[in-house]
Nanobody, 126 residues
Framework: QVQLVESGGGLVQPGGSVRLSCVAS????????MAWFRQTPENEREFVAV????????YYGDSVKGRFTYSRDSAANTVYLQMSSLKPEDTARYFC???????????????????WGQGTQVTVSS
């Protein structure tokens, strides 16, 4: 069983930054695909970022590319999402998700992930 706990959300002004953290327990990061998704106010679940264990590359959703940075600390079993140049349309509940090692075309599919954190709200507003 994998448990995920996110933290770091809050109210941020447009153009500001915030860092989210997700601590995983139960299995190590090297045995999991760890991704970030977000649920918009319109209730759409959108892919944000993921690290692919097989090729050691990070992938981002088009709407966040160049503004968000995914990182990980294997010793702490923690992944991070550094969010910069935030826009009001980034307002969402952000979720950390974990799944098995998977092929490239599955990485952005939220249905491939078995474990989810409780989410953390990020609101971008002046």
């Amino acid at each position: 069983q994998v448990q995920l706990v996110e933290s770091g959300g809050g109210l941020v002004q447009p153009g500001g930054s915030v860092r989210l953290s997700c601590v995983a327990s139960g299995r190590t990061l090297n045995s999991l695909t760890m991704a970030w998704f977000r649920q918009t106010p319109e209730n759409e679940r959108e892919f944000v970022a993921v690290f692919h264990n097989n090729n050691r590359r990070t992938y981002y959703g088009d709407s966040v590319k160049g503004r968000f940075t995914y990182s990980r600390d294997s010793a702490a079993n923690t992944v991070y999402l550094q969010m910069s140049s935030l826009k009001p349309e980034d307002t969402a509940r952000y979720f950390c998700a974990a799944g098995p090692n998977m092929i490239l075309r599955s990485l952005r599919d939220w249905q491939r992930y078995s474990y989810w954190g409780q989410g953390t709200q990020v609101t971008v507003s002046s």
